[in-house]
């Protein structure tokens, strides 16, 4: 059971909007640590997405975007497209545990 | 352009050991913190290891404290995770990945697998 809950799956058709949500706690998201996003495409690495919350680096479309809110953060893709198709985590820190870096369980998201 | 490049992993057997490292390139490692990061098959991602960038603090995930030991080598521009008493749970592919606050490189990962 992962620290972030993030679920397991979503879907949307091509130039749709989707949306990722990624549940904390007190302890994490809800203590002012930062929330990362990261993209898993099969067989690949994983590759940062948005770092700090609501930052894009360089190369990352801005249809791609970020929020965070109390114990929760949210990953936002407008104008979906196939090569969206992959998997997508959160990350932050969680200060219950001894200077753990913490992930999400990780969403599937599906291009109709 | 950043380029990390793991190396070592393989098949072992329950309770056996191996050395895992990840070339780093195309920055001064020496000025970051580095991390390991593992994936089981068909899981998610499950942070390991932490080492700053002087070695100072090291921290690990609780699946693995007193089992695997990190450290760096700056001369080098390497990294390296001990793996020791493994298990079946650890079979997993593992990256290394550069920190920044946020994880911004990761390399593209070597696959241990502990099987008798």
């Known amino acids: 059971q992962s620290v972030l809950t993030q679920p397991p799956s979503v879907s949307g058709a091509p130039g749709q909007r989707v949306t990722i949500s990624c549940t904390g706690s007190?302890?994490?998201?809800?203590?002012?640590?930062?929330v990362h996003w990261y993209q898993q495409v099969p067989e690949a690495a994983p590759k940062l997405l948005i770092y700090a919350n609501n930052n894009r680096p360089s190369g990352v479309p801005d249809r791609i975007s970020a929020s965070k809110s109390g114990t929760s953060a949210s990953l936002a893709i407008t104008g979906l497209q196939a090569e969206d198709e992959a998997d997508y985590y959160c990350q932050s820190y969680d200060n219950s545990l001894t200077n753990s870096r913490v992930f999400g369980g990780g969403t599937r998201l599906t291009v109709l | 352009e950043v380029q990390l490049v793991e190396s070592g992993g393989g098949l072992v057997q329950p309770g056996g050991s191996l050395r895992l490292s990840c070339a780093a390139s195309?920055?001064?490692?020496?000025?970051?913190?580095m991390n390991w990061v593992r994936q089981a098959p068909g899981k998610g991602l499950e942070w390991v290891s932490y080492i700053s960038s002087s070695s100072s603090p090291i921290y690990y995930a609780d699946s693995v404290k007193g089992r695997f030991t990190v450290s760096r080598d700056d001369a080098k521009n390497s990294l390296s995770l001990h793996l020791t008493s493994l298990r079946a749970e650890d079979t997993a592919v593992y990256y290394c990945?550069?920190?920044?606050?946020?994880?911004?490189?990761w390399g593209q990962g070597t696959l241990v697998t502990v099987s008798s």
């Open positions: 195309g920055f001064t490692f020496s000025r970051y913190s």
């Open positions: 007190s302890s994490n998201i809800g203590a002012g640590f930062d």
């Open positions: 990945a550069r920190e920044t606050g946020s994880f911004d490189s």
